[in-house]
C-alpha cells in the first residue's frame, strides 16, 4: 500500500463574507500584541531571502526580539537575489484593464484552479502595498522617460503589469529587505547567525518553540528557543538535482518539520520554467534561467524540417515554426510556464528541436531589435545577453538563444492557514516554503510578489493572533532533539562507503526527471518508487563523506541534505501517483485532451492533497471551494 486515507482538514482562519473584505476583517478580528509585551517574546526566522528578510525586518521593527538563521555567510546571498524578471502589482500604471480582480482571476487561472481563492485575493490585493514599500526603500524600478515606473508582461496575462529592475528584480528587492532587516541588526532587535543551518524543530507541549542548528564553520550544534518558529527556507526544486536553483538551496527544514508533524501539501505540483540553457553534459551541477521577460521580445521557434542542423541565421523565415504564436494565437509566446513547457518537449520530441541531442528551441530577438534597435533591447535584457554569452559563446544579438525547459520552482510545501500558520501550532511557513498561492501552477513574477506579501504584510499581521497567548512556558525535549541531530551526523561520517553524495544526488535527479519530471505516468512513477527505496537504502550503506563534524565540511551538509532529498522525492512520487488528473505543471500522459492539454479532474481532485509523515503516507484532503471564479478548462488560444 503506497498510502492510507486520514481524515480530512480545513482552514478555519478564513473569514466569511465578500471575498474583497476577507483580509481587512481577519486583521480587525487577529489579536494584537501591544509593544511593551511585544519586547517579552522571541521569533524564530529561518531563511534570509525576500520572505524572511522582509518578516526578520518587519517583526524587529514591531518590537519583537528576532533570532535570524541563514547557511549562506550573508543574508544578500539568499537564492532571492538570483530572480531576474519583475514582480507584479495591480496598480494599472498602464490603464490597460489591470485590477485587483483581474489579478487574481489571472493567478487562480494560471495555478489550474487548485488553490484557495481567499489567499490569492489577498495576495492581489495586497501587491499594491508592496511596490510603495519597496520605492520607499528606494528600489531603482525601472522607469519611463517622464519618470513614472515602467511595467511589462509576463506569461499569463494580456495586461503589463510586471514592475522590473532590468533582468536584476531580485536582486534589488533582496537588498531592500537586507538594509531593513540591517537597520534592525544595529537596533538589537534581529539577532543574525549566519553560515548556521537547521537541522530539525523543536516541538514542545504540541507548540513548536525552536530550532536545533548547526554553526556550518565549527560543526557546532545547537538549540535556540523561541516562542514561534517561522521558516521561509524557499523551495525544494533540487530533489531534481539539475535546477536553476543555487546548490545550496535544499528541503531539509521543511522535511524536518514535516517529520516532526507539519503536514506537507500538493509536494507533486512542481514548475517547469520554459526559458533556461540546455543542458550540455554530465559535468553540470546546476542550470541557468534566462528570464520570462525575454519573451516579450523574444521569438520562440524551430526549424519545419525535422533534424535541421543548418545555422539559424540560414534558415529562411518561411522555413520556421513559431509554435507558440500558431499554437496560441491570443497569448503567443507568453503563455504560461506549464504550456509553453510541454510545447518545447514535445516539439524537441517530434524531432524538430535545435542544438546538441535536439534539446532545445530558438528564442530570437531579430524583431526586436529590428523594431527598436540594439540600444533599447540591451536598455532592458543586457545582463541577461551577457550572461548568456559568457555560458555558452553565443552572442544573443547577432544569433537566436537556445533555450530548454529546466525545474525552477516549487509550488508545493508545508500546509498552511489563512494566517500562514502550520499544522503545528506556533510553527509560520512563508514564501515558497509554502503551498498557498499557486495552485498547481505559478504565473511568472509572482514569486517575489508572494515572498514580499507574506514577509511585509500577511505575516506581521498574522502571528500576533498566535503570540498573545505567550510568552509560554518552560520547553522540554530539546535536549533530545539536539541529541538526534547530533546522532543522525555521526551516522552519516561513519558509513564511509565508496559513493558521494553527489553521486547519489545526481542519480536521483535524473530518476526525477525522467519520470516525475514535465510527464508522468503510471509505469514510470512506480518504477521510480522502487529505484528511490533502493537508493535509499543504498545511500546508508555506501554514501562516503570525507573529513570529519567540527570543521568546515560540505561533503557531510550535501550528505544531510540528500538523504532528506531521497525521503522527499518518493512523496512527490507518490503525490503524483495518486492524482490521476493532469493540472498545472503536473501532467500525467493518462488524462490529456485530444490536442494534448492538460485535463483535469474537477470531481475527483479538486482539493489540496496535504500529508501527514507516516509508514505509508496518510492522505488529507482540504477541498477546494471556487465562488468567485468557475473552474473551466484553461485556454490560451
Known sequence: MLYTTGTPISDPKTPAGPIENRWAQRKFTARLVNPANRRKLTVIVVGTGLAGGAAAATLGELG???????????PRRAHSIAAQGGINAAKNYRNDGDSVHRLFYDTVKGGDFRSRESNVHRLAEVSLQIIDQCVAQGVPFAREYGGLLDTRSFGGAQVS????????????????????????????????????????????????????????????????????????????????????????????????????????????????????????GRHQSKLTLMSESLRNDGRVWVPKAKHDTRSPNLIPEGDRDYYLERMYPSFGNLVPRDIASRA?????????????????????????????????????????????????????????????????????????????????????????????????NRLGASALMQGLADGYFVLPATIGDYLADGPFGPVTGAAE???????????LLAVNGDRSPD?????????????????RTETGLLKALERIAALREEFWRRVRVLGDSETLNQSLEKAGRVADFLELAALVCVDALHRTESCGGHFRAESQTPEGEARRDDARFSYVAAWEYASPPVLHREDLRFDHVTPSQRSYK
Not at 185 to 198: K, W
Open 503 to 519: 553521486d547519489f544526488h545526481r542519480e536521483l535527479g535524473q530518476l526525477m526527471w525522467d519520470h516525475c519530471g514535465m510527464e
Open 161 to 280: 503589469r510586471t514592475f522590473y529592475a532590468r533582468g536584476q528584480t531580485g536582486q534589488q528587492l533582496l537588498l531592500g529587505a537586507y538594509q531593513a532587516m540591517a537597520r534592525q541588526i544595529h537596533a538589537g532587535t534581529v539577532r543574525m547567525h549566519p553560515r548556521t543551518e537547521m537541522l530539525d524543530l523543536v516541538v514542545s507541549d504540541g507548540r513548536a518553540r525552536g530550532i536545533v542548528a548547526r554553526d556550518l564553520v565549527t560543526g557546532e550544534v545547537a538549540t535556540y528557543l523561541a516562542d514561534a518558529v517561522v521558516l521561509a527556507t524557499g523551495g525544494y526544486g533540487n530533489v531534481f538535482h539539475l535546477s536553476t536553483n543555487a546548490k545550496g538551496c535544499n528541503t531539509t527544514a521543511i522535511w524536518r518539520a514535516h517529520r516532526r508533524g507539519a503536514l506537507f501539501a500538493n509536494p507533486c505540483f512542481t514548475q517547469i520554467h520554459p526559458t533556461c540553457i540546455p543542458v550540455s
Open 64 to 74: 519583537y526580539n528576532v533570532l535570524s538563521f541563514c547557511y549562506q555567510d550573508s
Open 481 to 491: 532533539v539536539e541529541q538526534e541531530v547530533k546522532d543522525r551526523v555521526a551516522r
Open 344 to 440: 518545447a518537449k514535445n516539439i524537441c520530441d517530434a524531432g524538430y528541436g535545435v542544438g546538441p541531442g535536439g534539446l532545445g528551441v530558438y528564442l530570437d530577438f531579430a524583431d526586436a531589435i529590428a523594431r527598436v534597435g540594439k540600444d533599447a533591447v540591451s536598455a532592458k535584457y543586457g545582463n541577461l545577453f551577457e550572461m548568456y554569452q559568457k555560458i555558452t559563446g553565443e552572442d544573443p544579438y547577432q544569433v537566436p538563444m537556445r533555450i530548454y525547459p529546466a525545474v525552477h520552482y516549487t509550488m508545493g510545501g508545508l500546509w498552511v492557514d489563512y494566517d500562514l500558520q502550520s499544522t503545528i501550532p506556533g510553527l509560520f511557513v512563508i514564501g515558497e516554503a509554502n503551498f498557498s498561492d499557486h495552485g498547481a
